[in-house]
């Protein structure tokens, strides 16, 4: 897996919300300290196989209730490739 | 040979805990290290914990978002938050007679501080209120609602789904419902998105059975509260101000992991043991206190006395002794332990009619037998013939 794909929620809690999410769908991932150059947010993040994006991200949009930030892999660091808001819609 | 103590002040605060939460709050002493969200990897141990027990507590009470679910150092915290949290100057409040002073006050200081308009309904002589009482008294300013759930001096339940039903039909700005359930979590069952609960106020130490210096208020969706402490919540470091999302925005500081990972192993007890039976447990040994203490001369009692409209919990008095003597015999001289005066609610005992002095208040929980309050019976029965009075 090349965990190209990280996410960013604004609470601990959404995070590990998210975390339960993703084990009950039987998406692999893997929780971690945020990178540094992510300022905003909490202090962790969930880096996820990018191949399993458009289902991350459906999984994501359905809850409702899971602001998220979504990252790509750069070729220097992570950039910012869309945010989810809290209703579920892109921002 | 030291005789056993008979403990009959579950409403106070319930005793022995289960040997789960117990073992549950050594663990997290034990293993759960690090600050939850301030300590790197080894904190996700403590904020794993932390959720896990959140998402206990929200299946326990019908709520499908956990992160509505806020942490607190007790019910009176909880109801504290609720209250100064939400209203404001030209409010309108419709509260009872039977509150605890963990409503009263804060409604009191509402009234004194921003003018807020507080109507108590009055409770009939048992302490009971009825749906209408408080709907009639609703108006286009009315911005909450306060139920005890059940009352901490008589028992009495209050028809908080009756209320709940029909505030749900009011036109216009409709009214907020903070529920008091410090004495009935644990022994009625309670859904709050069933029900339709706005704020629901809970302690982690009463019939949860979890360790003191826990609780939690439920906040529906929708509900905006101002906190009441801010500071450091573990993420959104970089904002100036206190963060939106829930939970952190009501849970600044480092939280009490031990006592909170011990109450979600209390509430997955008290899950498994079932609301009903314990319910069903505690009228039956409610039954034998009423029937035994209503037959011997000179007491009375006071509430419903009838366990489809009580929880556990009874008072009484012995014409012409002090609540406190009657208390210090029980205990003195069978072991016995229960709580005596006013029960932090005076306007609960104006309603009944026993204020100042108060009452003798007996409140069996799960670990107590027939036998237990069946000794209380005998006890009052021989005091009253020691007096002269049988």
Same mark, same amino acid.
Request: charged content about 20%.
């Given at each position: 897996m090349s965990k190209d794909l990280l996410l960013v929620f604004p609470t601990t809690?959404?995070?590990?919300?998210? #975390?339960?999410? /993703?084990?009950?769908?039987?998406?692999?991932? =893997?929780?971690?300290?945020?990178?540094?150059?992510?300022?905003s %947010?909490?202090?962790?993040?969930?880096?996820? %196989?990018? #191949?399993?994006? %458009?289902?991350?991200?459906?999984?994501? #949009?359905?809850?409702?209730?899971?602001?998220?930030? /979504?990252?790509?892999?750069?070729?220097? %660091?992570?950039?910012?490739?869309? =945010?989810?808001?809290?209703?579920? #819609?892109?921002? | 040979m030291t005789r056993p103590t008979i403990y009959l002040n579950n409403a106070a605060t319930s005793w022995p805990k289960p040997? $789960?939460?117990?073992?549950? &709050? !050594?663990?997290?002493?034990? $293993?759960?290290?690090?600050?939850?969200?301030r300590s790197g990897s080894a904190g996700l141990a403590s904020e794993r914990a932390l959720f896990e027990a959140r998402e206990t507590v929200a299946e326990f009470?019908?709520?499908?978002?956990?992160?509505?679910?806020?942490? @607190?150092?007790?019910? *009176?915290?909880?109801?504290?938050? !609720?209250? @100064?949290?939400?209203? $404001?100057?030209?409010?309108?409040?419709? *509260?009872?007679? &039977?509150?605890?002073?963990?409503? !009263? +006050?804060?409604?009191?200081?509402?009234?004194?501080?921003?003018?807020v308009e507080v109507h108590r309904v009055q409770a009939d002589d048992q302490g009971q209120i009825s749906a209408d009482q408080i709907i009639e008294k609703i108006t286009p300013r009315t911005r909450l609602i306060v139920l005890t759930h059940a009352s901490n001096v008589t028992g009495g339940i209050q028809p908080v789904e009756e209320i709940c039903s029909i505030v749900r039909t009011v036109d216009g700005n409709r009214p907020l419902v903070l529920v008091d359930a410090a004495q009935s979590a644990g022994v009625l069952p309670i859904d709050v998105e069933k029900t339709e609960i706005d704020?629901?106020?809970?302690?982690?130490?009463?019939?949860?059975y979890g360790p003191q210096g826990t609780g939690f208020l439920y906040v529906r969706p929708g509900v905006e509260l101002i906190p009441l402490v801010e500071g450091g919540t573990g993420g959104q470091s970089t904002l100036e101000r206190q963060p939106e999302e829930l939970p952190d925005r009501f849970e600044s500081g480092t939280p009490n992991v031990p006592g909170i990972v011990a109450l979600g192993q209390a509430v997955s007890y008290i899950s498994r043991r079932g609301v009903e039976n314990i319910r069903s447990h505690e009228s039956r040994l409610l039954r034998i206190l009423t029937e035994g203490l209503s037959g011997i001369k000179g007491a009375a009692l006071f509430g419903p006395c009838d366990p489809s409209s009580q929880i556990g919990v009874l008072s009484f008095l012995l014409e012409g002794m002090d609540p406190a003597e009657i208390g210090?015999?029980?205990? *003195?001289?069978?072991?016995?332990?229960? +709580?005596?005066?006013?029960?932090?609610?005076?306007?609960?005992?104006?309603?009944?009619?026993?204020?100042?002095?108060? *009452?003798?208040?007996?409140?069996?929980g799960i670990f107590n037998t027939e036998d237990d309050v069946q000794a209380l019976v005998e006890a009052v029965r021989d005091l009253q013939r020691a007096r002269g009075v049988m």
């Open positions: 809690h959404l995070t590990l919300m998210a #975390e339960k999410v /993703f084990k009950g769908a039987g998406i692999k991932h =893997r929780t971690i300290m945020k990178p540094r150059k992510i300022s %947010d909490c202090g962790l993040a969930i880096t996820l %196989d990018m #191949e399993q994006a %458009d289902r991350i991200r459906v999984l994501v #949009e359905s809850s409702g209730h899971m602001p998220a930030a /979504f990252y790509c892999k750069g070729e220097n %660091d992570w950039e910012l490739l869309f =945010r989810i808001d809290g209703s579920g #819609e892109m921002a | 040997q $789960e939460v117990m073992e549950g &709050m !050594a663990r997290a002493l034990r $293993e759960l290290v690090a600050t939850p969200g009470i019908g709520s499908s978002d956990s992160s509505r679910v806020i942490f @607190t150092l007790n019910a *009176t915290a909880a109801l504290n938050l !609720a209250i @100064t949290g939400l209203l $404001e100057a030209g409010d309108h409040v419709v *509260t009872t007679s &039977m509150d605890h002073n963990s409503v !009263a +006050r804060p409604l009191a200081r509402a009234a004194d501080v921003k003018g704020l629901l106020a809970v302690p982690g130490h009463k019939s949860l210090s015999f029980l205990e *003195t001289s069978r072991g016995i332990i229960v +709580r005596v005066g006013l029960h932090c609610s005076p306007c609960s005992h104006r309603s009944i009619g026993t204020f100042p002095e108060g *009452t003798v208040r007996v409140s069996p």
